[in-house]
């Protein structure tokens, strides 16, 4: 997302009331009132191509907001976690600390199953037509599951590998499955398990 769009969509969801739709003419004078009328035209495109702003309508063009737009906003707006360890000892732990200056070592797992990417492949080989993708980033989608396909083909696949494209085809393709699941086209339950994979 772009940083106009991210504006503009953060400007219709403060716009957002009970029973009435925000507009992007009103948000753009309201709210962003230095911006010419192509820019503001411009990210509001950006945004309904990727599903986030839904039915433009009217002389105002009044939007409805997706549930993806909305979650997009909140967690945009989330205080960041807290994290706070209380440690008495910390001898033989396998919770350590790193002094100011020093560095360590992290290590993150994620628990994706061979299966889950066999039947990712297999989604986005049968159902990545329904996206509606343009050609760039279709070319681009067809790469990441051949690249997913060739690692699970090997004995032991490259961790590595698989996360970073599978990070990458969710990137690429939540807009579109978040349209197809606003307008209803598709079965939910047939892309939300993936975009709760990486």
């Known amino acids: 997302m772009t940083p106009d769009e991210n504006d503009l969509l953060c400007a219709l969801v403060d716009m957002t009331t009970p029973g009435k739709k925000p507009s992007i003419v009103e948000a753009g004078?309201?709210?962003?009132?230095?911006?010419?009328?192509?820019?503001?035209?411009?990210?509001a495109h950006g945004l309904e191509k990727q599903g986030y702003i839904l039915n433009p309508t009217g002389p105002l063009?009044?939007?409805?907001?997706?549930?993806?737009?909305?979650k997009y906003v909140a967690a945009l707006r989330a205080p960041p976690p807290a994290q706070s360890i209380h440690i008495g000892t910390n001898n033989h732990s396998p919770i350590?600390?790193?002094?100011?200056?020093?560095?360590?070592t992290q290590t993150v797992t994620y628990n994706v199953t061979r299966d889950d990417l066999q039947k990712l492949v297999t989604l986005f080989r049968e159902h990545s037509a329904e996206l509606d993708l343009d050609q760039k980033s279709q070319r681009q989608v067809e790469s990441y599951v051949s690249t997913i396909e060739a690692q699970l083909d090997q004995d032991e696949p490259n961790s590595v590998i698989l996360r970073e494209a599978g990070k990458s085809l969710k990137t690429i393709s939540e807009g579109a499955i978040g349209n197809l699941i606003a307008a209803g086209i598709t079965n939910p339950g047939l892309w939300q398990w993936f975009l709760g994979l990486f």
């Open 29 to 43: 004078m309201q709210q962003l009132p230095d911006w010419a009328k192509d820019r503001l035209l411009l990210a």
């Open 61 to 70: 063009f009044n939007v409805a907001l997706s549930s993806i737009a909305r």
């Open 96 to 104: 350590q600390q790193v002094g100011h200056g020093a560095s360590g």
